[in-house]
């Protein structure tokens, strides 16, 4: 038992997959984002699984106690929407729900996307399904931010902000958490402008914390980082570009299962493009599209930020299925 949850690691052919589980009944398998942990969902698994649910969060590869394999392009969507799939399959299930955030929602969506046999519904949090562009995310980052600093481009050089983050991983952790929150966003903090910068230059680590983590959180975190360092976490963000070469049948593909969309009204990831609102229109491809919910006062850890909210919006999605 952790906190309170039995836990179980699937064997995948060659990855091992470390989940928190609660419950019984339909699979729900809820898969986190970057930089964080099966534990991101804390607020949600007992709920959600009182509703008559078995619920499995997950230690994406590279995280946690899951497998951290080295090759940059063990990270590519196929690889890790393939964790997905076998974990159904290992349970024995005919499908399952999905709920995912940040790096866990385009992996849902692109799970119920190329699965919709094994995806019973989809709910995504802070990132809405978007179609395969013309060039890949990462080329049109590169194009926008050709002469600013931009994480995701600084990101693509192996093992620099490995070790700029890995220095006091404490630090790391606090600044990036705040610097998207709500309160950071409040705050106006920002990443510095120059194109040399590190990724923490110019973010505050604030004293103290706001109060959605507490001190018991942050060292969990931060334990769970000190284990299994940034470069597993990272390499999701190297195979932009080979995810849009290997996945181009996502050009065309919409999301024909039940999905949903939550989204923290404060969040910065809604405006990467200046000029447009990522979140006001989550749904267009979609076709059996329940609607959103923009939890005004929440940034992006917005299942952490606002825990009820988020688990409220979650729990009325699942009772429109039944």
């Given at each position: 038992?952790?906190?309170?949850?039995?836990?179980?690691?699937?064997?995948?052919?060659?990855?091992?997959?470390?989940?928190?589980?609660?419950?019984?009944?339909?699979?729900?398998?809820?898969?986190?984002?970057?930089?964080?942990?099966?534990?991101?969902?804390?607020?949600?698994?007992?709920?959600?699984?009182?509703?008559?649910?078995?619920?499995?969060?997950?230690?994406?590869?590279?995280y946690g106690q899951s497998s951290k394999p080295y090759a940059v392009e063990k990270y590519d969507m196929l690889s890790l929407v393939g964790d997905?799939?076998?974990?159904?399959?290992?349970?024995?299930?005919?499908?399952?729900?999905?709920?995912?955030?940040?790096?866990?929602?385009?992996?849902?969506?692109?799970?119920?996307?190329?699965?919709?046999?094994?995806?019973k519904a989809v709910i995504g949090l802070s990132i809405p399904h978007a179609r395969r562009g013309k060039i890949s995310n990462i080329e049109l980052?590169?194009?926008?931010?050709?002469?600013?600093?931009?994480?995701?481009?600084?990101?693509?050089?192996?093992?620099?902000?490995?070790?700029?983050?890995?220095?006091?991983?404490?630090?790391?952790?606090?600044?990036?958490?705040?610097?998207?929150?709500?309160?950071?966003h409040d705050a106006k903090v920002r990443t510095n402008f120059d194109k040399d910068s590190e990724l923490l230059d110019g973010l505050i680590d604030?004293?103290?914390?706001?109060?959605?983590?507490?001190?018991?959180?942050?060292?969990?975190?931060?334990?769970?980082?000190?284990?299994?360092?940034?470069?597993?976490?990272?390499?999701?963000?190297?195979?932009?570009?080979?995810?849009?070469?290997?996945?181009?049948?996502?050009?065309?593909?919409?999301?024909?299962?039940?999905?949903?969309?939550?989204?923290?009204?404060?969040?910065?990831?809604?405006?990467?493009?200046?000029?447009?609102?990522?979140?006001?229109?989550?749904?267009?491809?979609?076709?059996?599209?329940?609607?959103?919910?923009?939890?005004?006062?929440?940034?992006?850890?917005?299942?952490?930020?606002?825990?009820?909210?988020?688990?409220?919006?979650?729990?009325?999605?699942?009772?429109?299925?039944?």
């Amino acid at each position: 038992m952790t906190h309170g949850f039995k836990t179980k690691t699937f064997t995948l052919n060659d990855i091992n997959i470390y989940t928190a589980e609660h419950g019984e009944g339909p699979l729900v398998i809820m898969v986190h984002g970057w930089p964080e942990s099966w534990y991101s969902w804390r607020h949600q698994i007992k709920p959600i699984a009182e509703l008559g649910y078995k619920v499995l969060a997950i230690d994406v590869r590279g995280y946690g106690q899951s497998s951290k394999p080295y090759a940059v392009e063990k990270y590519d969507m196929l690889s890790l929407v393939g964790d997905i799939i076998g974990i159904i399959k290992e349970e024995n299930v005919e499908n399952a729900i999905l709920i995912g955030h940040d790096w866990g929602a385009p992996i849902c969506w692109s799970a119920a996307a190329l699965h919709p046999d094994k995806i019973k519904a989809v709910i995504g949090l802070s990132i809405p399904h978007a179609r395969r562009g013309k060039i890949s995310n990462i080329e049109l980052w590169r194009q926008i931010y050709k002469d600013n600093f931009f994480y995701q481009t600084y990101f693509e050089k192996e093992g620099v902000v490995e070790e700029e983050l890995e220095r006091d991983i404490g630090e790391s952790l606090r600044k990036i958490y705040y610097w998207i929150s709500a309160e950071g966003h409040d705050a106006k903090v920002r990443t510095n402008f120059d194109k040399d910068s590190e990724l923490l230059d110019g973010l505050i680590d604030p004293d103290p914390f706001p109060n959605w983590l507490t001190k018991e959180d942050l060292d969990f975190y931060i334990n769970e980082f000190e284990n299994s360092g940034f470069r597993g976490p990272i390499n999701r963000y190297r195979n932009q570009d080979r995810d849009w070469e290997t996945i181009p049948e996502l050009s065309n593909l919409k999301i024909e299962v039940p999905s949903f969309f939550i989204g923290g009204g404060k969040d910065s990831v809604r405006k990467f493009i200046k000029g447009y609102d990522m979140y006001e229109n989550p749904g267009k491809n979609c076709t059996n599209f329940f609607g959103k919910l923009i939890i005004e006062e929440a940034g992006h850890w917005v299942q952490q930020e606002a825990p009820k909210k988020t688990t409220d919006a979650i729990i009325s999605f699942l009772e429109k299925l039944k």
